[in-house]
Nanobody, 130 residues
Framework: QAQLVESEGGLVQPGGSLRLTCAAS????????MSWYRQSPGKERELVAG????????TYADAVKGRFTISRDNAERSVYLQMTDLKREDTAVYYC???????????????????????WGQGTQDTVSS
């Protein structure tokens, strides 16, 4: 019954912006760290961004730091990915994940969070092209 549904993917020009939404249902959303992954043809699936259960901590792939922002609203049971200054290499299918391990580094401090259960959304296509 657990379900994650991504939306708002689409076509955008280089340098443009796009916000992805993941709506969760069927599980205790607030007890799960959330993540966005992406995968392009011929490439391995990669972690794009992660956020802690409370939303107080985030982590990003080097390729998107400074351009993407992950956030969540536990009352709305939703997680978002705000993407700006999009590049052609950002073209991929983006997947919402609940429960996968996230690791946040703050100086010499490392924070990890995960859940025994893990759920995936169906994915949404983001195409960056002129």
């Amino acid at each position: 019954q657990a379900q994650l549904v991504e939306s708002e993917g689409g076509l955008v020009q280089p340098g443009g912006s796009l916000r992805l939404t993941c709506a969760a249902s069927g599980f205790d959303f607030a007890n799960y760290p959330m993540s966005w992954y992406r995968q392009s043809p011929g490439k391995e699936r990669e972690l794009v961004a992660g956020i802690s259960k409370t939303g107080d901590y985030t982590t990003y792939a080097d390729a998107v730091k400074g351009r993407f922002t992950i956030s969540r609203d536990n009352a709305e049971r939703s997680v978002y990915l705000q993407m700006t200054d999009l590049k052609r290499e950002d073209t991929a299918v983006y997947y919402c994940n609940a429960g996968a391990k996230i690791t946040v580094s703050i100086g010499d401090f490392q924070f990890t969070q995960s859940h025994e259960s893990e759920y995936w959304g169906q994915g949404t296509q983001d195409t960056v092209s002129s």
